[in-house]
């Protein structure tokens, strides 16, 4: 009942996701209401896939006119595609492939996600300074997004070498943080980008021993539980936050626009 397509025919176009696992994703969710929103004869299906490259030969085969990519495959589909964004090639990691005539196209709707939910707070000057917490692939895209926008990054990781080597990628400088207590209130944002607190019932908070002074935005990328410890702290401190689920659905409308050419009906609410 999640699919968009009530029936497929020879006219159904086909899109869906590739990862390992996808069976969790909440992006058919997304797109298969939008598509029978929008009346478009169209399904997104899961593609549980081992490699990259056997996928690029079926999606020859019946035809796919674009894709999300999922854990673990943002970086290995990159080599496959014909043309790709600005954002792909900073951050080198892909998170949605479409058909532009007989090319493979890679944007990163991840990036633009994030971001629009905080470009006020970048224009009118209150976000300059952050602190990323995590130096994985949902690190760095953060990292590069904020950065392109001139707010000076602080990272902090769990191994400390991992966040070495993320700050390293910029000329400019990238600090790295070893005791999170003493950065209490010297950032404008804090973002999330660890999988921790993912699991239900978790207690487990990677900020644990920052003390929250109010004005920081916190920012947190795990979308469910839809309050983490983290968000729930800062809450209690008075800060704006900003949840997983905003950045998802986002993400999941900029791509919808790239899969269809249409925007995503606003009055659209996804039930995840
Ligand atoms: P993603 O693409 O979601 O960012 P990833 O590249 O595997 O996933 O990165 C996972 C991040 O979560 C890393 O920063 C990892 O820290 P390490 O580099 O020390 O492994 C962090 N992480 C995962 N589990 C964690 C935990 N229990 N406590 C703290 N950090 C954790």
């Known amino acids: 009942e999640v699919y968009g397509a009530d029936k497929v025919d020879a006219e159904t176009e086909i899109f869906g996701i590739i990862g390992n696992p996808v069976s969790q994703s909440a992006s058919p969710l997304i797109h298969n209401p ?24 079926l999606a020859d085969v019946l035809d796919i006119r674009g894709f999300s990519v999922t854990v673990p495959f943002k970086r290995d589909v990159i080599p496959y595609l014909g043309t790709i964004s600005r954002e792909v090639k900073q951050i080198g990691s892909c998170n949605t492939v479409v058909r532009v005539k007989d090319l493979w196209k890679g944007i990163n709707t991840d990036y633009h996600g994030f971001l629009s939910q905080l470009m006020p707070a970048i224009t009118s000057g209150r976000v300059r300074t952050a602190l990323i917490l995590g130096a994985g692939g949902a690190a760095r895209a953060v990292a590069w997004a904020l950065h392109n926008h001139s707010v000076k990054i602080t ?3 769990r191994s400390a070498e991992a966040a070495r080597k993320l700050a390293a990628e910029t000329m400019a400088g990238w600090d790295v943080l070893e005791n999170i207590s003493e950065y ?77 050419g249409y925007h995503y009906p606003h009055w659209l609410e996804p039930d995840w």
């Not at 009346?39 to 081992?50: G, R």
Request: hydrophobic share 40%; proline share 5%; aromatic share 12%.
């Open 34 to 57: 939008g598509f029978r929103a929008i009346k478009k004869n169209a399904i997104y299906s899961l593609f549980p896939v081992d490699a990259v490259r056997p996928f690029f030969r």
């Open 155 to 157: 990272i902090l990781n």
């Open 184 to 260: 209490s209130g010297k950032s404008d944002m804090i973002v999330q980008t660890t999988s921790v607190g993912m699991t239900p019932d978790s207690d487990e908070d990677p900020s644990a021993g920052y003390v929250f002074s109010g004005k920081e935005i916190a920012y947190d990328l795990v979308y469910k539980p839809h309050q983490t410890r983290f968000l729930l702290r800062a809450a209690e401190a008075g800060c704006e936050v900003i949840y997983g689920a905003q950045m998802l659905l986002e993400q999941g409308k900029l791509q919808f626009e790239a899969f269809t």
